[in-house]
């Protein structure tokens, strides 16, 4: 595959941009004071970052009142004037974050206003992996942490950043299938129900990915199975986590008093870093509130299991 995009172009804009934009500026250089806790799960481990400027996404109002009456800021005319970009080929434009969780922190929106969904779209997902093969990519749900539920985008953020990007195989204690040149594994003890494919053909990444797709539920009113996905490009072969969701947000998110947390977990969360906006929430977050969120929101290994068991009839 011959690639479209090049790190220099991508690192070129995002000197420029912290050249001319004040506000992103601003942001990374507050990444070196961001306070970071580290929690301990056996053989895994969730880090906890401490993020104000990320209040603008874990609060952001997705009903659709909210959405139809506020402009999109991920389409050219309503975007910021200092905010540049550089196009992915025809149909999206790489641009830089300006609330930063990562060192390099990109968004990557369509160049048109059609909803999120990933159907059609995680080919490209997996063209932007190979591509951008410093980052990972990622896409969220429309009611799994987007704050544009109406405007298709994906994220791409530093690799290595992630814990799972390290820990994954350690839970993947056995292959669960194999269709075509793709290899799927469900992770063991892992506190989320998680898939992971690993391919070096990105056709039958996608066909996988496809089954997978339509073997998960789509709850009444939505149009895609509720789902975070993580995908990097690394030593020939792609590697995408797939975490099918059951909730949007916790009930920590609407608590009352001391039982309030602010997290609305999107793929950065499911990937092993909890973003915290507010300080309160940074101080007192434990093991057992990180567990208690992600067996909220998550699909767990049991009824995962039962996909991959289905998987295995139909392929």
């Known amino acids: 595959m011959k690639r479209i995009i090049t790190s220099a172009q991508v690192q070129n804009l995002l000197q420029e941009q912290m050249n001319a934009w004040e506000l992103a500026r601003n942001n990374y250089e507050a990444l070196s004071q961001v306070r970071v806790k580290e929690l301990n799960f056996n053989k895994l481990k969730i880090k906890v970052q401490f993020n104000p400027a990320r209040i603008v996404s874990s609060s952001a109002k997705v009903d659709s009142k909210s959405i139809q009456e ?28 300006p609330f930063p969780i990562f060192p390099k922190h990109l968004t990557i929106p369509a160049c048109e206003h059609v909803d999120q969904l990933i159907f059609s779209r995680f080919e490209d997902m997996l063209d932007l992996a190979y591509n951008l093969d410093e980052f990972t ?17 994906f994220q791409a953020g530093s690799k290595g950043f992630l814990p799972i990007e390290k820990e994954w195989r350690m839970f993947a204690d ?15 003890s892992y506190l989320r129900g998680t898939l992971v494919i690993e391919s070096e053909s990105k056709d039958s990444a996608v066909k996988l990915f496809e089954k997978i797709y339509a073997s998960l539920e789509v709850k009444p009113g939505e149009r895609e199975p509720m789902m975070n996905i993580l995908a990097w490009f690394d030593s020939d072969k792609w590697v995408i986590c797939i975490f099918p969701r059951t909730l949007h947000r916790p009930s920590c998110y609407t608590a009352q ?3 309030n947390i602010l997290i609305s977990p ?7 870093v909890f973003i915290t906006p507010l300080e309160k929430d940074f101080e007192k977050i434990s093991s057992q509130n990180i567990c208690d969120i992600l067996q909220e929101v998550s699909m767990d290994e049991v009824m995962l299991q039962k996909i991959v068991e289905h998987l295995k009839t139909i392929l």
């Not at 402009?71 to 999206?92: A, H, S, T």
């Not at 999107?266 to 092993?272: L, Q």
């Open 70 to 97: 506020r402009k999109c800021f991920l389409c050219g005319q309503n975007r910021p004037v200092e905010q540049k970009g550089i196009p992915f080929g025809d149909n999206y434009v790489v641009l830089v974050n």
């Open 137 to 153: 990519i990622f896409y969220n749900g429309p009611k799994c942490g987007a704050s544009a539920p109406d405007h298709v985008h």
């Open 174 to 188: 056995s292959e669960a299938l194999e269709y075509q040149s793709a290899k799927l594994f469900l992770l063991d």
């Open 257 to 259: 008093g001391d039982d």
């Open 266 to 272: 999107a793929s950065v969360d499911m990937g092993g």
